[in-house]
């Protein structure tokens, strides 16, 4: 998947006097692309096209209620430490930024943290000529979705886990989880964690 992908966002529960900060989309961002009050008066609401290549941009600000990153290199990279995390209440990113166990590890200091998104839980084969098309699944990433699912159900602040698509074993893995964590509920087969989590509506231009 490239990290330019033509996405395009739509608020819906973040408040219209809050003006996101946006940092661009394609995967040779630096920090240097950032706008230029981004680190000095850091924003509540962050909204990117894509994760750097290096993810130093997130372990530079601060006091960020939410976070909406679309996107993710080939590789799967770690999830950047730093005071952004302290204050986080919303989270919705690739599976590939929380494969790793490190990266898990570095996400319960987001103490705070209510609703994690969490997309690309499976691999979808390409499209054919039919854009509006159902894509049929290649792969599923069963192993870090169940990682996820058990920190989920450890970490006492979260009280929503939208998943998109898991194997039917993950599903009820998930179910239980949910019943072992009173206030925690945990989402399965959503279309659009980003909206789930952060309010955030992705839209494919193609899509109407």
Same mark, same amino acid.
């Given at each position: 998947m ?7 966002l739509?608020s $819906?529960q ?8 946006v ?5 040779h961002a ?5 706008p230029?009050?981004?680190?000095t008066?850091?924003?509540?609401y ?5 994760m750097?290549?290096?993810?130093a941009?997130l372990s ?11 996107g993710? !290199? ?14 986080? $209440?919303r989270l919705?990113l690739?599976c590939h930024f929380?494969?790793a166990?490190?990266s898990l590890?570095?996400l ?8 994690l998104?969490?997309?690309d839980?499976?691999q979808?084969?390409?499209y054919g000529? !039919?854009l509006h098309?159902p894509?049929?699944?290649a792969f599923y990433?069963d ?5 996820i699912?058990?920190?989920a ?7 929503l886990l ?5 194997l039917?074993?993950?599903a009820? $893995?998930?179910a239980?989880?949910?019943r072992?964590?009173p206030?925690l509920?945990?989402e399965?087969g959503?279309? !659009? ?8 509506e ?6 109407g």
């Amino acid at each position: 998947m490239s990290s330019c992908s033509p996405l395009l966002l739509s608020s $819906r529960q973040v408040p219209a006097t809050v003006a996101p900060v946006v940092v661009p989309g394609c995967h040779h961002a630096s920090v240097s692309q950032l706008p230029p009050t981004a680190t000095t008066h850091p924003p509540q609401y962050l909204l990117s096209g894509g994760m750097p290549e290096t993810p130093a941009a997130l372990s530079l600000l601060r006091r960020l209620h939410t976070v909406c990153w679309l996107g993710y !290199d080939k590789e799967p990279r770690r999830l950047p430490g730093g005071p952004w995390l302290s204050s986080l $209440r919303r989270l919705a990113l690739s599976c590939h930024f929380l494969s790793a166990a490190a990266s898990l590890k570095t996400l319960s200091t987001a103490r705070q943290l209510e609703q994690l998104g969490v997309a690309d839980t499976c691999q979808l084969q390409g499209y054919g000529h !039919d854009l509006h098309a159902p894509r049929e699944v290649a792969f599923y990433r069963d192993a870090p979705v169940r990682r996820i699912i058990e920190w989920a159900r450890q970490h006492a602040s979260l009280q929503l886990l939208a998943l998109g698509k898991v194997l039917p074993r993950t599903a009820a $893995r998930a179910a239980a989880a949910q019943r072992a964590r009173p206030g925690l509920s945990i989402e399965v087969g959503v279309k !659009d964690v980003y909206e789930a989590a952060c309010g955030y509506e992705c839209q494919w231009p193609w899509a109407g």
